[in-house]
């Protein structure tokens, strides 16, 4: 899975690191003799022609463990494929950090997160080659309740394995930790189905429920329950003993289940995650089973023997595209475009919280690799160890196809579009019709217009922290000055409307929004400052009338105002600040995302219904009241600036749901 944080945390940048530090243990099976050789990689990159077991073990060996220590994880395993056969399967570290127990491609599983989602795409495109699924037909034909349609238009599979489903964001009930908070797949899709934000087939927008919906359908069309579907018709032929969607896990498997970790060096086990949205992530399996799945894609559907799908659907799958932005990669059915260097890519990447995967197929090379890591790592740097580990292997054994090509966009053109593209933007993969929301203005993707015609996006950084800086190529195409990722941009009446970068252009874009909305962060803490000092001024004006012997000042009408208002504020100030930290604190920790929290989620936001309006109320009446009597002009100032800061945050309030009835997010 990819959990939203994730998300307003940035794109995670890609790191290469140097030789082995640290000895680790390693489980190492491969098609061919090892020698023992130096653990060192080379420096020089290797032809793809060179591609063998013997140097990529010690490119592995060389890089690994000590991106391993660097980051804090205890774990990894490392799968490539070549040809239709294993070139490698090798696991670094420990499965059980307390046992010492090493990680084994062979037997240790790991959670592969939203590389999941594969298997559901696989599950789909076999029963539309049987003919029992249709990819442009109304999903409500194949389900027992109702997705609204937009407009007039219906939610399709093709649009559900293309992420453009153009639903919001579903947060609620995503990973757990209690079987208890398991629900069955259809009460878990029931339960409230995201609103469509976008019209289907315009916008790539990530969607967890949506590809859970998919595997409903295979449920409902198969007649048999959608982990023993895929048990029987994927599992079973590629011979992948070790591998299930089943929640809880069998035993059997559970047993030779890695542990995960926040970091190693903690050690402490963190609790099988469980997964509501079961077809969107709730896979286990080892390497070296999903170095067979690898295998039957590369061979168009066909491993050993066995066919998990035919030829021509494979291709189909691989091959057609839906367009994002520009020239960006696209999305194919279920899989992403991830093109590197020249060579044809198609890929999934998943988190977990603690598990963290890629896996990628090189098509036209017939290669493929797989890593996951079982640690979320020191400041979640377990996203970058996968990463560095693909792309490491990408540069070194699949080099560049030929030079990039040459900028078409003189320096004049560059800065005035760099100037276009200056502003604020948001993730098309965001909650929308809910308290969630808020989460959308702390998220918002700033583009920044360099002096020298260049642009920098702060949250696309390089490993050292610092923003890349992306150089226009031809109009509205921009490359990493250091290296070959692509941004772009869509335009329309010579305006810049969304933009996005080849590594999220198939599940997400990033919209152009108004100069205001970058206001409201500022304008909610301005008014909940407002609200505070209020509040503070209360007992400290207390204690220093007091200390001196003082009279309270105000009398009648003036008085009575004087500290309503100042109970209002501490209200309202109570309402929005418990809402701000049950939304942070959910962040934190996905647990509080279970039916568990409903009723405080309900709770709190009857509180903010009835506060905020009756605030901004008070507010009002107050403003009016100093103003109309005799007290100084610094009263009837800060009169004012409460009325704004009262209407300000019930603004806030209706504009991000903040106040309702439901526990729906």
Do not use: C
Request: aromatic content about 8%; cysteine-free; hydrophobic content about 50%.
């Amino acid at each position: 899975m990819r959990p939203i944080r994730t998300l307003l945390a940035g794109v995670l940048s890609i790191v290469l690191l140097g030789p082995a530090m640290a000895q680790v243990p390693a489980q190492v099976t491969s098609a061919e003799p090892i020698p023992l050789m130096s653990p060192v990689a080379e420096a020089a990159p290797a032809p793809a022609d060179k591609l063998n077991a013997a140097d990529l073990e010690a490119w592995l060996d060389g890089l690994v463990p000590y991106v391993l220590e660097q980051a804090d994880v205890a774990g990894s395993v490392v799968v490539v494929v070549k040809d239709g056969r294993v070139l490698l399967e090798k696991g670094y570290g420990y499965a059980d950090v307390a046992a010492r127990t090493p990680v084994d491609p062979r037997t240790t599983l790991f959670r592969p997160g939203s590389v999941s989602k594969l298997f559901t795409w696989t599950a789909v495109m076999q029963l539309v080659e049987q003919g029992k699924l249709d990819l442009d037909q109304d999903v409500n034909t194949y389900i027992d309740f109702a997705i609204p349609a937009y407009e007039g238009k219906p939610v399709t599979l093709r649009n559900i394995m293309t992420h453009t489903t153009g639903m919001e964001e579903q947060i609620r009930w995503l990973i757990a930790t209690d079987p208890k908070a398991v629900a069955p797949l259809a009460d878990a899709l029931k339960h409230w189905v995201p609103e469509r934000i976008f019209a289907p087939g315009t916008t790539p927008a990530y969607s967890n429920y949506a590809t859970a919906l998919a595997g409903y359908i295979v449920q409902r069309v198969s007649g048999e329950p959608f982990d023993a579907y895929i048990k029987r018709h994927i599992f079973d032929p590629l011979g992948m003993e070790h591998s299930s969607f089943s929640q809880p896990l069998q035993p059997a498997l559970l047993a030779q289940m890695s542990k995960g970790y926040i970091t190693a060096s903690d050690g402490k086990p963190q609790p099988y995650e469980l997964i509501n949205m079961a077809p969107a992530g709730s896979l286990a399996a080892t390497g070296a089973d999903m170095g067979r799945f690898m295998i039957a894609h590369l061979q168009k559907g066909e491993y050993n023997g066995a066919r998990i799908l035919s030829e021509a659907t494979a291709v189909q799958m691989h091959t057609t595209a839906q367009a994002s932005v520009g020239p960006l990669n696209k999305m194919m059915l279920g899989f992403y475009e991830t093109t590197v260097n020249g060579h044809r890519a198609i890929a999934h990447g998943g988190d977990t919280m603690w598990f963290h995967s890629d896996l990628q197929l090189f098509l036209d090379d017939g290669i493929g690799i797989y890593v996951s890591t079982n640690s979320a790592g020191k400041d979640g740097a377990a996203r970058n160890v996968r990463a560095s580990l693909v792309t490491g292997f990408a540069d070194r054994y699949l080099p560049l196809k030929g030079e990039l090509p040459a900028s078409t966009v003189d320096a004049a053109t560059a800065k005035s579009h760099a100037q276009q593209m200056a502003g604020a933007y948001m993730s098309s993969r965001r909650p929308q019709s809910n308290f969630m929301s808020i989460l959308n203005v702390a998220g918002l993707v700033k583009v920044v217009a360099n002096e020298d015609g260049t642009i920098s996006v702060p949250m696309l950084t390089k490993f050292s922290g610092v923003p890349r800086k992306w150089r226009e190529v031809s109009p509205y195409v921009w490359r990493d000055v250091d290296g070959g990722d692509r941004l772009a941009a869509d335009v329309v009446d010579g305006q810049v409307t969304r933009f996005s970068v080849d590594g999220l252009a198939a599940i997400m874009v990033f919209q152009r929004q108004p100069g205001w909305v970058s206001m409201l962060v500022p304008l909610a803490v301005a008014s909940l400052l407002a609200l505070l000092l209020t509040v503070l001024a209360w007992p400290v004006s207390a204690l220093v009338r007091r200390h001196y012997g003082v009279r309270y000042a105000l009398t009648g009408g003036d008085a009575r105002s004087h500290r309503v208002v100042r109970i209002a504020a501490l209200l309202v100030l109570a309402s929005v600040l418990s809402i701000l930290w049950l939304v942070v604190s959910m962040m934190a920790d996905l647990n509080m995302m279970t039916p568990d929290m409903d009723g405080t989620v309900i709770g709190l936001r009857l509180f903010a219904l009835v506060m905020l309006p009756l605030g901004a109320l008070v507010g009002l009446w107050n403003a009016k009241n100093v103003l109309a009597s005799h007290r100084s002009k610094w009263a009837k100032l800060w009169s004012v600036v409460l009325a704004i800061a009262f209407l300000s945050l019930l603004w806030i309030g209706l504009r991000h749901h903040l106040m309702g009835f439901s526990a729906f997010y």
